[in-house]
């Protein structure tokens, strides 16, 4: 099956900072998210981006489908901000998750 | 807010009991899915269905079961618990079948601890 492999694994930032978190997968997909877990275990669909760059605030996001790899953006970082994320993708096959990237952000 | 209502948040219970999880899809999503988080397994999928037939199953114990109904609910049936059960489970909806160029939508889950 598909592996997922996100990096760093934990990532500690000072607020304002900004950072960028990475997902390699091993095979074709057309299906790719990315997720924020928050401290009470909600998981916010961040991003659908199979393909492309995409924005929202102070977020984006890029998929480069041919080179299997995905990067999440985070620019302005608030304590907010802080909780784990994940990047989950598919084929025509349900979701298969990273293991996550576990931000922390310090005033 | 995704759309996607699970119920109960959260469920306590001792081993070798049985619990049902109930989901309910975004409005007009046909299928949906369960998965399963655990500190040592991470987040996993178990098993998904599409206006009421089973489409494909993952990492899910024969100890699980589950069903969705005319309503397009769905509902996750979990027995003779041990204390490994205990996770978050999260169900997801998307439109059609399959996952091709279409997100899947998650509920807040519901967490389970077995005593």
């Known amino acids: 099956g598909i592996q997922v492999e996100q990096s760093p694994p934990d990532l500690i930032l000072q607020e304002g900072a900004n950072s960028t978190l990475r997902c390699n997968f091993s095979?074709?997909?057309?299906?790719l998210q990315w997720f924020h877990q928050n401290p009470w275990g909600q998981l916010i669909n961040l991003f659908y981006?199979?393909?492309g760059t995409k924005q929202n605030g102070r977020l984006s996001a890029t998929t480069v489908a041919t080179e299997r790899y995905s990067l999440l953006y985070i620019s302005s970082s608030q304590t907010t901000d802080s909780g784990v994320y994940f990047c989950?993708?598919?084929?025509?096959?349900?979701?298969?998750f990273g293991k996550g990237t576990r931000l922390s952000v310090i005033a | 807010d995704s759309g996607v209502t699970q119920t109960p948040k959260h469920l306590i219970t001792a081993t070798g009991q049985r619990v049902t999880l109930r989901c309910s899809p975004r409005?007009?999503?046909?299928?949906v899915y369960w998965y399963q988080q655990s500190l040592d397994q991470g987040l996993q999928f178990l098993i998904q269905y599409y206006n009421g037939e089973e489409r494909a199953k993952g990492n899910i114990l024969e100890r699980f079961s589950a069903q969705q109904f005319p309503d397009l609910h769905s509902e996750l049936n979990l027995s003779s618990l041990e204390l490994g059960d205990s996770a978050l489970y999260f169900c997801?909806?998307?439109?059609?079948?399959?996952?091709?160029?279409?997100?899947?939508?998650f509920g807040d889950g519901t967490r389970l601890s077995i005593l």
């Open positions: 409005s007009g999503d046909l299928s």
């Open positions: 997801a909806s998307s439109q059609r079948q399959g996952d091709s160029n279409q997100p899947q939508h």
């Open positions: 989950a993708v598919g084929g025509n096959t349900p979701l298969v």
């Open positions: 095979d074709s997909v057309n299906n």
């Open positions: 981006i199979p393909s």
